[in-house]
C-alpha cells in the first residue's frame, strides 16, 4: 500500500455539509513523533468516510516488517476499515528494545496523534498493542502511562521483566499549559495477553497487571480467553464517575496473533474508555448511545445538516410533563462522545427528564488546517454559524414531538459547551430557566458575531477546575475570593453587575473537591454560583452532570408569564 503526504494546506479540502466531522483525507500516511526531542517516524491508516473521535489502535508491529506491506498482509487494514477506527503503526529502529526507549516512543505517538492537523482524535479512547516482538514495548509503555491508554493486548512472548521496569512516570508538571493534559501514573488497565507460553518474563507481566488492576479469585474462562481474572467485587468509593472494570485476560495459544485473537481481544478491551476527573484520569465502560437507547437525529439549518442524540427515559411518559436538558460538548468533540463523558443518560433516567446531547457546527482552528473541526458559534469561509438559531429549531423540534414542560428546560456543558450554555443564557432566556457552564462562560472574543441580550436573567452555575489554565487566573484577585482568567473574569462581573448582585456578598462552603461561592440576591436566591475544583484540568467529570441537575437546575424554572422560580417561590427580577 503505497504511503501518502499530508495535504499542505489542509483548509483547501472542502468539507461534506451532510455529515461535518467526517475526516477529510484517507489513506496511509506517515507522521512524526518526538521521542526525547528527537523525530521518530510512524504510520497512521485513515479508513474512507470516519468520522472524527473515533477509537485509536497504536499497534508496535513486529520487527523486520515493512508497515506498508504488513498493514494489508496482517490483516489489520482490514480490521481497522471493519471496526472503523484510526490505526497507528510503530515500528522499531532495528528490533524491540527492553531499554524503555521504544515504551517512550509509544507514548510519544500517543501525544502527537492528538494534534489536531489533519484529523481529530480524543485522549478517552486510545488503545495500544504490541504484536510479536513489540509485545514487551507496548507493557512498558502501558505501565508508564496506564492512566493515559484505555486498554493494552498484546500478541506474543515479552523478551523482558516488566516488574524490572522502574523509569518515572510522566507528570502534568513538566508539559506547560496545554489542554490535553498527560498525566502518567498508575491506574487500572483491561489487559489482553495472548502468548505461546506461561514463561517467567509473561508471568511477572501477568503478575504485575492482576496487582494493578486489584483482581482476585481463581480464574474464569471465555470469550476467547483462558484465563479471566475479575476485579474484586468489595467498592468501597463510589462508582459514579470510575467503575472498577478492569480484567486480566489470557490466552495461550501456539499463534499468538490471529485474526481470531485480535477480534476476541478488540471485543473486551474497546468496552473501556479513559475520562479526565479530578486528579486523575477515570476509566468507564463507553456509553454508546444508540446502545443506551438514544436516537440519532438530524436536521437541516442553513445548508448543513445538524445531528443530536435524544434520551428519553420510559418514565417519562406522554401524559405528564418532563424538563428537557441540552448537553454541549467540548471543541474537537462529538454529539457520540459527550453522551459517553457527561453520562447525562443515566442522570435523566433517575431524574426523569428528556436529555439531548447535540452537535457544533465547524471552525478552522488552525491557520491551513481543518476546517470541520467542531465549536459551537464557530465560523466557515468568514460566514458565522448560527448556533443559537440551530439550538432554537432544536428546542421547538424536540417540543413538538414530546411531553416538554416549557418551564423547565436548562443548558449545561463543557469548555466550548460551557460558553454555549452562558451563550444561550445571555440571548435565550425565554427558552432556558438555568444554565450550568463547565470549564468556561461566554468569551465574545471567542465568538465570531453578536447577539442581542436577552431580558430575562437566567441563574447559573460555572464550575471549573483550579488547574484549568484556560480558566482559572494567577495569583489573588483584588475582589473576589478566587481566580478567574481575565476574559471570564470580565463575563462574571459583567453578570453579576446585570444581576445587580454584589461581589462582596459571597457565600463560600465546600463540598470536596469543590470549593463553592454562592452570589445571593436580596431575596437570598443564588442567581450565580461558581465551584472550583481541586487538581482538576480543562474537563468535565460524570459528577458535574449530577451536581448540576441536583444543586442547581432543578431548583429553578420559569412560568408562561416570564416569572422566575427559586424552588417554588417566585423571584422578584426588578430586585435582582
Excluded at 491508554?149 to 515479552?158: E, P, Q
Aim: proline content about 6%; overall charge negative; aromatic content about 10%.
Amino acid at each position: 500500500m503505497d504511503i501518502k503526504r499530508f495535504p499542505e494546506k489542509m483548509g483547501d479540502l472542502p468539507i461534506d455539509f451532510s455529515n461535518p466531522k467526517r475526516t477529510l483525507i484517507s489513506g496511509l500516511f506517515q507522521e512524526t513523533a518526538k521521542v526525547g526531542g528527537q523525530p521518530r517516524k510512524f504510520l497512521t491508516y485513515i479508513p474512507e468516510d470516519l468520522d472524527y473521535c473515533q477509537p485509536c489502535l497504536v499497534a508496535a508491529i513486529p520487527s523486520g516488517e515493512k508497515p506498508e506491506e504488513y498493514l494489508e498482509t496482517s490483516g489489520l487494514k482490514a480490521f481497522a476499515e471493519d471496526k472503523k477506527l484510526f490505526l497507528h503503526l510503530a515500528t522499531p529502529e532495528t528490533a524491540w528494545n527492553a531499554d524503555g526507549s521504544d515504551a517512550d516512543y509509544l507514548n510519544a505517538i500517543y501525544v502527537a496523534i492528538q494534534a489536531r492537523d489533519f484529523y481529530i482524535t480524543m485522549q478517552d479512547n486510545i488503545y495500544l498493542c504490541g504484536i510479536g516482538d513489540g509485545s514487551f514495548a507496548a507493557h512498558q509503555a502501558a505501565r508508564r502511562m496506564a492512566s493515559e491508554w484505555s486498554g493494552l493486548m498484546t500478541f506474543g512472548d515479552l523478551n523482558g521483566d516488566l516488574n524490572a521496569e522502574h523509569t518515572a512516570l510522566r507528570g502534568e508538571s513538566d508539559q506547560g499549559e496545554v489542554e490535553l493534559k498527560v498525566m502518567g501514573m498508575a491506574a487500572q488497565l483491561p489487559v489482553w495477553m495472548s502468548m505461546t507460553e506461561k514463561n517467567t518474563n509473561n508471568e511477572s507481566a501477568i503478575s504485575y497487571w492482576k496487582e494493578q488492576n486489584h483482581v482476585i479469585g481463581a480464574p474464569l474462562s471465555g470469550e476467547g480467553a483462558d484465563e479471566i481474572w475479575m476485579p474484586t467485587p468489595v467498592r468501597i468509593l463510589s462508582e459514579v464517575n470510575e467503575e472498577q472494570i478492569a480484567q486480566v485476560r489470557l490466552t495461550v495459544r501456539k499463534t499468538p496473533f490471529t485474526a481470531e485473537q485480535l477480534n476476541a481481544a478488540w471485543s473486551y478491551i474497546s468496552l473501556a474508555r479513559r475520562h479526565r476527573g479530578p486528579g486523575k484520569k477515570q476509566l468507564r465502560y463507553f456509553k454508546e448511545p444508540i446502545a443506551c437507547g438514544a436516537e440519532k437525529k438530524t436536521m437541516e439549518v442553513d445548508g448543513m445538516t445538524r445531528t443530536w442524540y435524544e434520551y428519553v427515559p420510559k418514565s417519562c411518559t406522554p401524559d405528564k410533563k418532563w424538563p428537557l436538558v441540552v448537553v454541549f460538548h467540548g471543541r474537537g468533540g462529538t454529539a457520540e462522545t459527550f453522551f459517553d463523558l457527561s453520562c447525562v443518560s443515566t442522570v435523566a433516567e433517575e431524574r426523569h427528564f428528556i436529555a439531548v446531547v447535540p452537535e457544533a457546527g465547524v471552525y478552522q482552528q488552525k491557520p491551513n488546517g481543518l476546517r470541520n473541526v467542531l465549536l459551537w458559534c464557530g465560523i466557515y469561509q468568514d460566514t458565522p454559524v448560527d448556533d443559537v438559531k440551530f439550538i432554537r429549531e432544536l428546542v421547538a423540534d424536540v417540543e413538538s414531538r414530546h411531553s416538554v414542560d416549557k418551564s423547565r428546560v436548562y443548558a449545561m456543558g463543557q469548555s466550548s459547551g460551557g460558553m454555549m450554555s452562558d451563550l444561550l443564557a445571555y440571548t435565550a432566556g425565554d427558552i432556558f430557566a438555568a444554565v450550568a457552564p463547565w470549564s468556561a462562560l461566554r468569551c465574545p472574543s471567542k465568538m465570531y458575531r453578536e447577539w442581542p441580550a436577552c431580558e430575562q436573567h437566567v441563574p447559573t452555575m460555572m464550575i471549573y477546575g483550579d488547574q484549568d489554565f484556560l480558566t482559572a487566573g494567577h495569583g489573588e484577585d483584588p475582589i473576589l475570593p478566587f481566580c478567574l482568567s481575565e476574559e471570564l473574569r470580565a463575563t462574571l462581573m459583567e453578570k453579576l453587575e446585570t444581576y445587580h448582585l454584589d461581589p462582596a456578598n459571597v457565600e463560600t462552603w465546600k463540598t470536596e473537591p469543590i470549593t463553592w461561592y454562592a452570589f445571593p440576591d436580596k431575596q437570598d436566591v443564588p442567581m450565580v454560583v461558581i465551584g472550583r475544583v481541586d487538581n482538576m484540568v480543562h474537563a468535565n467529570y460524570p459528577e458535574e452532570s449530577w451536581i448540576s441537575y441536583d444543586q442547581f437546575l432543578s431548583q429553578f424554572h420559569r412560568s408562561e408569564n416570564g416569572t422566575l422560580y427559586y424552588r417554588g417561590r417566585p423571584v422578584n427580577e426588578s430586585d435582582v
